[in-house]
């Protein structure tokens, strides 16, 4: 960038119309009748539909930095602004029965555009300073979001939410502030040429303070233990997007920090990041064997996915497979997990995998959307998300991980029993089911069947239309890579 303030601004035009429907959002919300809040609901889907469209057209472009090397726009940017754009806006509708009505119904859409925001920013950080505010504004949104329901277990989630983010900030300005003693900046390219030859017990300090940080915004071991709390105590929609949002733009500062400032430090970040994977994905895994709540198995399930995009992370720097495996992978994951969500949400009086089955019924096309997308984040042919693993398993591989690849191939097997708990039941009640349906097809809309019926209507929809665009992801995503990767 040649510095030009409108050519910069310009460049910022994503991240500018996600503000600007926040803002704006807050002031339509000041001034119009509750009964018609629904209109800040499609400002924020407008908003979020009009960042994905501004992002898309510079995503090929080369790789800009702008405001003094700060903010960093490339292919990683571009992949997550237009994945987060486009999840928080079916996060929204999916939130929308559950909100409606709210007395802060406009500051759930407002909060969640925020927290869209402050996502993006962790992508696009180049700069420790930004990216501890983009931590915070990443955050502060979602506190509020898991105790939206204001109930106990909101409540319970909430403080255990704040009191880890709490904990592993100060990690994280800790870390910031000792690599700010051993090289004097906190710009990106400065601490690229200035860590190798620092202290070496600073370095370690700075570079494990500010992974934990980041960790702890993936949702990965060992700051992980707000994901199932949180997730089971607030709404699915809202779950969903806690567990989904934050951690594409997470998973990508981490790996902008592998790939830039921590690639020759003096100690050896990608074995870390390689350990986080490992203990990620095995312990999500063991932790989920056991879970009979449908909302604590996608917790744990999360935790896992963790792992495996943390793959990429570690050798972000060792192979040119790296950038297409983590695109592929990002967008897959957020399709996937937006559709495992729904289907919780498409049952709402369902907590246990029992009471899931039960109430869906006869509704065997429900039942078979929700086994794509179960199936699906195993890593199952031709799901979006098994070739973002093939493309990371190949990455590692390409990057001398292949301890890392062995055990993500075990786990992959092993997760697939979890899922089958709930698949199997399911698939069963669905061919089994008598002849009344569980959400009952009633005409009286003042009744609380009809309202069950209409609440459950939107989820179901966003489930289909998730496993849909799982396989078609997946099938063009598996085209793209096959021409775009080298032989």
Known sequence: MTGDPGAEFLALLPELILLIGAVGGLLLGLWTPQPKQWRVRALAVLACLGSAAAAAPVLPDPATAVFEGTWTVDTTTGIVRITVALTTAVAILLAAPSVAGHPRETEAYVLMLLGALGTVALAAASDLLLLMAAFLLASFPLYALAGFAKDARGAEATLKYYLMGAFSGVLMMIGIAALVLATGSTGYAALASGLPDASAPLVAIGVLGVLIGVAFKAGAVPVHFWVPDVTAGTTPAMAAFITTVPK??????????????????????????????????????????????????????TVSQVGYLFMVVAVAARTDLAVPALAVYLAGYAVTNIGAFAAVAAAPTARTIADWTAAVGRRRWLV????????????????????????????????????????????????????????????????????????????????????????????????????????LLGIGSGLWLAFALPA
């Open 248 to 301: 594409l733009g997470a998973v990508a500062a981490a790996f902008r920090l592998l790939a830039e400032p921590f690639v020759a430090v003096p100690v050896n970040a990608p074995l870390l990041v390689a350990v986080l994977a490992a203990a990620s994905m095995t312990l999500g895994n063991l932790a989920a064997f056991s879970q009979t709540e449908v909302l604590r198995l996608l917790a744990y399930s």
């Open 368 to 471: 078979v959307s929700l086994v794509v997308c179960l199936l699906g984040l195993v890593g199952t042919p031709p799901t979006a998300v098994f070739v973002g693993k093939l493309a990371v398993f190949s990455a590692a591989w390409d990057g001398a991980l292949v301890w890392l690849v062995v055990l993500a191939a075990v786990n992959t097997v092993a997760s697939l029993f979890y899922y089958l708990r709930w698949i199997a039941p399911g698939a069963l009640g669905a061919s089994t089911a008598g002849g009344t349906p569980s959400l009952p097809d009633v005409g009286g809309s003042r009744t609380a069947a009809g309202t069950a019926q209409r609440t459950a209507l939107r989820p179901a929809v966003i489930l289909h239309s998730a496993a849909l665009v799982s396989l």
